[in-house]
């Protein structure tokens, strides 16, 4: 049972202050690799809840291998989104308060390995033709990701 799964089961859906980690991955084509979530049907990044005594930095990487397979190169630490903008209530009724780190990593090529247990789907999508997405955090991640990609910044 991971911090998460503890905490729900002495506090049960009240609010959490929920510290994570995602990844924007991106292809050749700058387009970004998104993860139809088994949990609550929308698609979103690679990313999840640190567990303790993890770096952000590694909830990103172990995220990512458990949902899609992959291991990653570098790493750029790219957007910090926090605030009560970022509330989002699950399916399920559980409620949090997300403190997101979201890193930018360049897809290598390998061969994509969803876990059936979190994720329905794997595909990567232009910017501009984006599926609905989960909540908040990934709202804002990929709109901050195809401004920077519009710039130049990355």
């Known amino acids: 049972m991971g911090y998460i799964a503890e905490l729900r089961a002495a506090v049960g ?3 959490l202050l929920m510290v994570g980690a995602g990844v924007l991955l991106l292809d050749a084509q700058n387009r970004v690799l998104l993860q139809h979530r088994t949990d609550t049907h929308d698609w ?37 989104l926090s605030g009560p903008e970022y509330y989002y209530r699950y399916p399920n009724g559980d409620e949090v308060y997300n403190v997101s780190a979201m890193f930018v990593g360049r897809y290598q090529g390998q061969p994509l390995h969803p876990n059936p247990a979190e994720t329905l789907d794997l595909q990567f999508f232009a910017l501009d033709r984006l599926p609905p997405l989960m909540g908040p955090v990934n709202q804002r991640a990929l709109a901050l990701l195809k401004q920077a990609l519009a710039q130049g910044d990355l």
């Open 44 to 80: 979103a990044t690679p990313g999840g809840a640190c567990e303790l005594g993890e770096s952000l930095e590694e909830a990103a990487r172990r995220e990512l291998w458990e949902e899609t397979g992959l291991e990653v190169g570098e790493l750029r630490l790219f957007a910090l």
């Open 13 to 15: 859906a009240r609010p």
